[in-house]
């Protein structure tokens, strides 16, 4: 066995020793804490991969709906949006090349079902749980001049499209696990899978972690793992005939109002879920977008954009904004907050009364716009 040797502060050589972890607790502490513990520039040596953690712990239901089923250890978005799913187990866990695999497969299998919006609404959750800014860590991890809602619609593509990893990470991963590993990714054409080694050294009051990569797939990464473009709105009405067709004529409709009632409409990066935003600008010249039509069944209320754009930004108004809409035939959002993102359904707009009601609300958003500061 190679023998590691660190130098003290006072300059003296300090002999190292492998050292199992005490618990695997401890070690999922630990990547939750330090998540470059899964080695990005080994996972991709062309664009090394950074980590924002989503949730440890996250319930998982059968077919995304219901209750928890599963419990995935760790949830990771890369900087491209790509969910990592990472299960923890010590090598001394016997059923780190059995039960783990099927459970990994499970995993996936379910929280590739996910809702559109749950991912983000479950590292908001983490980050209040925290006492953290969901907003500023997204922002430092992402830097200011990515769009967060196109981020996030990336996020919920990959996931619904499958486009995912899956992360074995051991103190030791074993040739068995590795020859799995390696014949899922010669199988798996969207979904990628690694094995991560994080190996534990002690020696005088030191530790060292040293992590490496198993199974690394050969074949190279394709574009549609970059960044993701916009829809143009010719892709957009194109998916809406095929996916939401009963919807098309009142979801252009409202469209339309937008763009007459001196809005403008732009679009997502989601080909799954495509996503049209209804814009209008405050006096201060920042896009603000109340409801996000999502084909092919649901229409987003931003409370979560809204809340960081005044007049919005005073929860008076959100609750407001939500008291109008319920009284709109068809809209429920009584369960939700107006800081998250609650929906309801698109064919709410397919109903003459209701897509009257939901003008009438807009109507009202636009002119308490006018009472927001210029600066």
Known sequence: MPQMHVIGSEGQLVPMSRSAFENEDLLQQLLAKYPDLMPGELVDEVDPRRWLLITREAGIALGGEGGN???????????????TLVEVKRSTDTRARREVVAQMLDYAANLTAWAPGKVVETFEHRCNDEGTSPDAELETFLGPDIDP?????????KLNSGMIRLVFLADEISPELTQIIQFLNSQFSRA????????????EGLTTLVSGVVGRPSRPRTAASGPAT??????????????????????QKLMQWCRDHNGFVSFGTGREYPACYLNWRTPAGKDIWPLIP???STVTVAFDGLSSRAPFDDPALRTELKNRLEAVKGVNLSSSSIDR???????????????AGI??????????LKTAPTS
């Not at 089923?69 to 969910?83: A, E, I, M, N, T």
């Not at 194109?238 to 979801?251: D, G, H, N």
């Open 69 to 83: 089923r599963w419990s995935l250890d760790h949830l990771f978005v890369d900087q491209d949006g790509k969910p």
């Open 149 to 157: 809602q196109a981020f996030w619609e990336n996020v919920d593509a």
């Open 192 to 203: 990628e899978v690694l094995g991560i080694e994080v190996r534990q050294w002690k020696g």
């Open 230 to 251: 916009r829809m143009t709105e010719a892709e957009f009405l194109e998916r809406v005939q095929v996916r939401a067709p009963q919807s098309s004529a009142s979801l």
């Open 294 to 296: 999502v084909v092919p």
């Open 341 to 355: 993102r609650p929906t309801f359904q698109l064919a709410v707009l397919d109903d003459a009364e209701s897509f």
């Open 359 to 368: 003008t009438s609300v807009l109507e009202w958003f636009i002119e308490t």
